[in-house]
């Protein structure tokens, strides 16, 4: 359907809808930005080496990347179902 239409039968719920999907993508910038600072981190760390083991601020930041990706599969999920 036409958004305009939409947005002239329905406008509370058409702008709410927006306002959702604008507060999913400025979280999911956000999550990107941390995402990547922990990449690199994790790079960065990972080309330094350690002796035998991981450290566990290493594991804790891949722990922390693998959830931030989790969010980020959440946020987009939110964003599709608000726009459709």
Do not use: H
């Not at 999913?24 to 981190?41: F, H, I």
Request: charged share 10%; aromatic share 14%; net charge negative.
């Amino acid at each position: 359907m036409n958004p305009f239409i939409e947005l002239f039968e329905q406008p509370v719920e058409t702008l709410t809808a927006g306002a959702y999907a604008l507060v999913l993508l400025s979280a999911l910038l956000a999550t990107w930005y941390a995402a990547g600072r922990n990449a690199l981190t994790l790079y960065d760390s990972y080309q330094n080496g350690w002796l035998v083991l991981p450290t566990i601020w290493w594991v804790a930041r891949a722990v922390g990347l693998l959830l931030i990706v989790a969010i980020d599969l959440l946020l987009v999920a939110g964003i599709i179902y608000v726009v459709t």
